[in-house]
C-alpha cells in the first residue's frame, strides 16, 4: 500500500510502497477513505510524543470500510462504513469498565502508538470497543472530521464544561479544534466570544456561531477585553490551542466560580504553563482536562449532524491529495489555513 512514512523526528516526509497490514484476532484493516490533517500530527513529527517508534505513518482521524476482520470481532463484518476515536481502549481496564475509554490505562492511538490513516489501509485493534458505524447521509470527507478535534470539543463543551443556553463561552485559539468548540457551543444555546491571531479565521469563527472576537496580536489585554464583552468573565473557558500564554488568559477571564477546560495539547517548554492559583482559590474556578471522547458517546453527536443542528462540514477548507501531506504536515505550525484540511485522494 502507498503511505506517508517518516524516518526521522522532523525530517523528510515521503510516499513510499509498504507492506499491507493483516488484523489480529480482535481487530480489522480499514480502507482509509478520508482523513484529516491536524496539529497533533505534527507534534507527532516533531517529536513530543514519546509513543511513536521510527519509521513512522501519522494520520488519526479517519473514515472508511472494513476489509479485513480479526476471527474474534463479533459486531463488525467487513464492507461497514466506520469511523473511530483517536484514543482507542482496550475494553478491559479499570477505566474503560467504568466507560471511560478516553483515558484507557492501556489505550493506543493511530498514528501515534502504531502506524496510522496517512496511508491506504489502517489497523484498529478491539474494533467491538472501538469502531463506530457511519450513518448514511454523512459522507466520508465530513466523518472524517470527527476523529479528534470535533470529538474532542464536543465533550469538553458538553460533558466536561456542561455548558447552557445564555452562558458565555470563551474559545482561545481558533484552529479546527477551537472551531468546533465554536460550533457545539453555539449549538447549545451559549454566547461564543473567539480569540484567535488570523482575521480571516475570526471572520470564520463569526460564521461558525461566534457573537464577538478578539484578535490577540491587536489587544494589549486580551483578559480585559473579554471581561468586557462578557460583563464580567466568561462561564466557561478554553484553550483550545495549548500554549502558556493562551491557558493563563483562559483562566485568567473567567468570572467567579467560572470552569477553564484544557484541550489544546500543552508540550515543550509550555508543559507547566504558569496559573494564577490566587484566583482559583479566590474564585472557586474549575480547572478541567478533555482528552478525546468514547465511542460509545458518539450516537448523541451523531444524530446532531443528522437533525442539522451541527455542521463539520463547514470545517472543512479543502481537500487534498496524499502526496501533498508532505508538504503541508510539517508547515503546521504556521497557521496558515483558516479550516480543517482532509486527505481524500490516494
Not at 477513505?33 to 494520520?59: E, F, N, Q, Y
Not at 463488525?76 to 469511523?83: E, F, I
Not at 455548558?163 to 472551531?179: A, F, K, T
Amino acid at each position: 500500500m502507498k503511505a506517508a512514512v517518516y524516518e526521522s523526528f522532523q525530517g523528510p516526509i515521503n510516499i513510499i510502497n509498504v507492506t499491507d497490514p493483516a488484523p489480529k484476532d480482535h481487530g480489522v484493516v480499514i480502507e482509509v477513505k478520508a482523513t484529516g490533517l491536524c496539529r497533533s500530527d505534527w507534534h507527532g513529527w516533531m517529536g513530543h510524543d514519546h509513543d511513536i517508534i521510527l519509521p513512522h505513518v501519522p494520520g488519526h482521524e479517519l473514515a472508511g470500510i472494513i476489509v479485513a476482520i480479526g476471527k474474534n470481532v463479533l459486531n463488525y463484518q467487513v464492507g461497514d462504513r466506520v469511523t473511530v476515536p483517536f484514543v482507542c481502549g482496550c475494553g478491559r481496564c479499570y477505566q474503560c469498565n467504568s466507560g471511560n475509554h478516553q483515558i484507557c490505562d492501556h489505550q493506543s492511538q493511530p498514528g501515534f502508538t502504531h502506524w496510522g490513516s496517512f496511508a491506504q489501509y489502517v489497523v484498529i485493534e478491539y474494533a467491538d470497543t472501538n469502531l463506530v458505524r457511519i450513518p448514511e447521509g454523512i459522507s466520508d470527507t465530513t466523518a472524517a472530521t470527527l476523529g479528534c478535534r470535533f470529538i474532542t470539543s464536543y465533550r469538553a463543551i458538553v460533558s466536561q464544561a456542561k455548558v447552557m443556553g445564555g452562558q458565555y463561552v470563551v474559545i482561545h485559539g481558533c484552529g479546527g479544534v477551537g472551531l468546533s468548540a465554536i460550533m457545539i457551543a453555539n449549538a447549545l444555546g451559549a454566547q461564543v466570544i473567539a480569540v484567535d491571531i488570523n482575521e480571516q479565521t475570526l471572520e470564520l469563527a463569526k460564521k461558525l456561531g461566534a457573537i464577538a472576537t478578539v484578535n490577540s496580536t491587536q489587544n494589549e489585554n486580551v483578559v480585559e477585553m473579554v471581561k468586557s464583552l462578557t460583563q464580567g468573565g466568561a462561564h466557561v473557558s478554553v484553550d483550545a490551542l495549548g500554549s502558556a500564554a493562551t491557558c493563563f488568559n483562559s483562566v485568567s477571564n473567567l468570572r467567579k466560580r467560572g470552569k477553564h477546560i484544557q484541550i489544546g495539547l500543552m508540550t515543550g517548554d509550555h508543559q507547566n504553563a504558569k496559573i494564577p492559583m490566587d484566583k482559583v482559590v479566590a474564585y472557586e474556578l474549575e480547572i478541567i482536562g478533555s482528552h478525546g471522547m468514547q465511542s460509545h458517546k458518539y450516537p448523541e453527536m451523531l444524530e446532531m449532524i443528522k437533525n442539522g443542528k451541527l455542521h463539520p462540514e463547514k470545517l472543512i477548507e479543502r481537500t487534498i491529495s496524499l502526496d501533498e501531506v508532505t508538504i503541508e504536515l510539517p508547515k503546521m505550525d504556521k497557521f496558515e489555513n483558516k479550516g480543517v484540511l482532509i486527505i481524500d485522494s490516494f
